[in-house]
């Protein structure tokens, strides 16, 4: 259900005004016409959305128009099976359940206070997904779900609005009400969350409201081991697709047995259940479109996918992969130290976890879990690394996301990774977002690398580290830097706006077609990041640095952070490199947009954003 985020223009407008549940949509329906209409003057789905809301406004009819379309949309949405990682949400009307007559005209009051004094700063932000364990499931469900049904855990987002009492008010109510969680400075930072709560149990199944005969996605907030609540513990959402990566859902709550256990099994007319109203959830791609519109949701610019850098052409050919987010892109003939069998391993790894994203998150979680030096993990990343192909050219714009470190020599007493034990406390503190590569000609080159280093007949790029400072721990590091003398160039408005970053700091210069410098990748092919030419002014230890990385997929690309270990031998090209006593500290990503989008969905190494 992932939308390609660097579609063309044409193709990203039809997308945002494109209702996929009306193409086999009876023409002839009064409402499927009306909603056509609303959507032939609306810039996009989610501005048609907004116009629907406008018109809930200080609307007390139980029956409005709008929410009779959103029904409509809501029984030719199409049904899925599973949501994965987070999506923002928005609340277009809340309804006083199923009011009949002169009641439903003007009893809704539940919607009039919603659309009058919360919808303009509603503290709802959002939901996420994650998949539930099978002892969790055990514990939770029982056997009241078939085997064979994908279930995961939800959870809301919740955004407390300084300057909106009405809002601060609300979150205080439901922190009283439901023990909200608060959220975590990476979620923070990267979604702008501030709390979570109201955990669900999500799976395909059939519709519990007499309305909608139909199967939907349900969102069960009523089993008793979730620890609900009430009024979430009467509630089960369900939700339909109406568009690319746009989901519609009804609140459905029961209304009668209030003091009585949930019981799964029971027929669900024993509860009365009642439609309270609507709500959306998107995926990434609608992101900019949706803080737009609904700036309640205080979105950071970094949740907003920007446009894909140019790729890199690969040193040897090779066959386009079927699925970007699952197909190795590998050197062909091996040129580094490949052991088939580890290679084996992770191509199995990424099979078991879907794709290649998740599969090195799972590194990640792994090893910084268990703070060692030596692991099979580390030896597959290795591995991973020397299989990769070279770039030829990296252009533009990256994002950046750490794997892991891991601490040589005696930085590692006991094997023990004392830098990824520190990065705990410290990485609140990284700015880091990506890199920017920018081309430059024989005269730049010669000016940066003071002639050490000659053209020939590759690309070089000059480059920088892009850093964003939105905390208080990452403006103390902006600080600090200024202090140490760290050479720092704010980044254009331009560069800001689309992708987030403040400054470019840490220079280094790029070159394809070097032989990797650690004996044990046996002079394997890769692109090299320069950072030790004194004119780019880098202070320790980025002074000592010399990156090095490989295309492992189409856009993503995996690296090693090398730093020299003898720092009293001054920077001479000519010096061979065993003299300066290089030392791997660990692996790091950069990735093209699509892959972002990915990485945010999963929630990997949301400080780096």
């Known amino acids: ?75 030719l949405g199409e049904t899925f099976d599973s949501l994965d990682g987070h999506y923002y949400g928005i609340c277009p009307g809340l309804r006083t359940g199923d009011l009949h007559g002169v009641a439903a005209e003007f009893g809704n009051l539940l919607g009039f206070i919603w659309s009058s004094a919360i919808v303009g700063h509603c503290p709802w932000a959002g939901k996420s997904y994650f998949p539930m364990s099978d002892e969790e499931r055990a514990r939770i469900l029982g056997d009241t779900v078939p085997a064979d049904v994908k279930v995961l855990r939800g959870i809301n987002h919740f955004n407390k609005i300084e300057g909106a009492p009405v809002n601060v008010a609300t979150v205080a109510l439901l922190n009283f009400m ?39 996605f349900r969102l069960n907030y009523r089993y008793p081991a979730l620890g609900n609540f009430p009024p979430l513990s009467f509630l089960i959402d369900e939700m339909v697709q109406i568009a690319d990566g746009m989901f519609l859902g009804q609140a459905i709550f029961a209304t009668t047995k209030f003091l009585e256990r949930f019981n799964p099994k029971a027929d669900p007319s024993t509860y009365h259940y009642q439609n309270f109203g609507y709500f959306l959830l998107f995926e990434p791609f609608w992101n900019a479109e949706a803080k737009r ?11 907003v996918p920007a446009e894909t850098p140019q790729t890199s052409a690969p040193a040897v050919a090779a066959t386009s992969p079927t699925d970007k987010f699952s197909t190795l892109t590998l050197a062909d003939p091996v040129d580094g130290n490949v052991d088939s069998a580890k290679l084996d ?100 080159l010669a000016k940066w690398t003071e002639g050490g280093e000659p ?49 470019h700091t840490f220079f280094f210069i790029g070159r394809p077609n070097k032989a990797a410098m650690l004996p044990e990748d046996k002079g394997k092919k890769i692109y090299q990041f320069n950072y030790r030419w004194k004119p780019l002014k880098n202070i320790p230890p980025d002074c000592f640095c010399i990156d090095e990385i490989t295309q492992i997929a189409e856009g993503l690309y995996l690296g090693q952070l090398i730093y020299a270990t003898d720092w009293l031998k001054p920077w001479d090209p000519q010096t061979p490199i065993a003299e300066y006593k290089y030392k791997l500290f660990g692996y790091f990503l950069l990735m093209d947009e699509e892959w972002h989008q990915r990485r945010l969905r999963i929630g990997f190494d949301l400080q780096d954003t």
């Open 293 to 303: 519109l609904f700036p309640f949701l205080e979105m950071p610019d970094v949740a």
């Open 455 to 503: 053209m020939g007949s590759d690309p070089a790029f000059n480059c920088s580290n892009t850093v964003a400072f939105r905390t208080l721990k990452e403006k103390f590091t902006r600080d600090v830097s200024k202090l140490a003398g760290t050479r720092m160039e704010d980044a254009t408005p331009e560069e800001h706006q689309q992708y987030g970053y403040d400054a």
């Open 345 to 444: 391993a992770v191509r199995v790894d990424i099979q078991s976890a879907g794709d290649i994203m998740r599969m090195l998150k799972s590194y990640s979680d792994e090893l910084m879990a268990e703070h060692k030096t030596v692991s099979p993990v580390f030896d597959k990343l290795h591995t991973l690394f020397n299989a990769g192909i070279a770039p030829q050219t990296m252009n533009g714009f990256y994002r950046g996301a750490l794997v892991s470190w891991q601490s040589p020599g005696l930085l590692a007493p006991f094997h023990e990774n004392t830098i990824d034990v520190a990065w705990q406390a410290f990485r609140f503190f990284s700015p880091w977002t990506g890199k920017k590569f920018n081309p430059i000609d024989e005269a730049e």
């Open 1 to 75: 259900m992932s939308l390609n985020v660097s579609a063309g223009m044409a193709g990203e407008e039809a997308t945002l005004k494109t209702l996929t549940c009306l193409n086999n949509a009876d023409p002839n329906d009064e409402l499927v016409k009306e909603i056509r209409t609303d959507l032939s003057v609306a810039s996009s789905i989610l501005e048609m959305i907004k116009d629907y809301m406008a018109l809930l406004q200080d609307n007390f009819n139980n029956d409005a128009p709008p929410f009779q379309k959103l029904a409509k949309l809501f029984d």
């Open 178 to 216: 439901w023990h909200l969680q608060k959220a975590t400075d990476e979620e923070k930072s990267q979604y702008g969350y501030d709390y979570k709560g109201g955990n669900i149990a999500s799976h395909r199944a059939p519709s519990i409201y007499p309305g909608t005969p139909r199967e939907v």
